[in-house]
């Protein structure tokens, strides 16, 4: 068992709470049963499972850790006060994985017939994206593009939030020049942009599939070189005196009347 909190296998785990640690290795830290589960049903590139007895109560969480080792991934058993310098939840359940990031190539891909798929540009609040990722997966949109410059994917406090989904979504990363000449190139794709100025009520539209939803950042909303891309420009009507929706909050209700539609036509 690991009891130094400074032993050098702890270090390198916990150095990957920094993003430039989780850019030059391309690798992350969840941590969590249902996340750690996730990773393992996703068959993630898991490469190390670190785990304390002591948190590690639920025999689920005892056999991930004996399927890792069937597996053949290290396994690093750790004392609590080792596994609470890596832990990020209010009550660690005892479990972590290092995990390779995986990144899909955007000029390669388009959603399918049918699919959805949302585009973020520039979007600062990683628990926005993990919130946004769990919905995705929620309504069986099929892939995230981050344009611009989006907060990381892997940042602890998107993992979290995801609750599993950054397993289960496909992750694209383009910037605007890219994306326009992606766009360009699949014209059958309906781009949806969102905007408090939208001239179309978004319950009022129907969605064509496939599709991307666009939702620009929480500050400063979509860009005009956005708009002028997008077949619709949508907006959350509001009667209250706050005049705007938390990011996440606002994708989930466009995103539920889109898949409410598509559940729609395959009833009719």
């Not at 891909?109 to 049918?114: D, H, K, L, M, R």
Request: glycine share 8%; proline share 4%.
């Amino acid at each position: 068992m690991i009891t130094s909190l400074s032993n050098p296998g702890i270090v390198a785990v916990r150095k990957l709470l920094q993003a430039k640690e989780r850019k030059t290795t391309r690798a992350f830290l969840a941590e969590g049963l249902r996340v750690v589960g996730q990773a393992f049903d996703s068959r993630a590139d898991i490469q190390q499972v670190i785990y304390c007895p002591d948190l590690l109560v639920s025999e689920f969480g005892q056999n991930l850790v004996d399927r890792a080792r069937a597996l053949g991934i290290d396994t690093l058993e750790v004392s609590q006060p080792v596994f609470n310098s890596i832990a990020r939840k209010d009550t660690p359940q005892g479990i972590a994985a290092v995990i390779g990031q995986r990144w899909c190539e955007l000029k390669a891909a388009a959603p399918a017939a049918g699919e959805i798929w949302v585009g973020l540009q520039a979007v600062q609040n990683p628990g926005n994206l993990g919130t946004i990722l769990r919905t995705c997966d929620a309504v069986g949109a099929k892939g995230l593009i981050l344009l611009d410059d989006c907060t990381d994917p892997y940042d602890a406090a998107a993992v979290k939030a995801s609750m599993g989904s950054i397993f289960t979504i496909r992750l694209f990363k383009a910037r605007l020049a890219e994306f326009q000449e992606w766009a360009l190139s699949h014209p059958d794709v309906s781009i949806v942009g969102t905007s408090d100025k939208g001239a179309e009520d978004y319950a009022s539209v129907r969605y064509a599939a496939p599709a991307v939803l666009l939702l620009g950042s929480e500050r400063e909303g979509l860009p005009r070189e956005y708009i002028a891309l997008c077949r619709h420009i949508v907006r959350i009507p509001m009667e209250g005196a706050c005049d705007s929706l938390n990011l996440s909050v606002a994708a989930g209700i466009i995103l539920y009347e889109i898949y409410n539609q598509n559940r729609a036509r395959r009833t009719e």
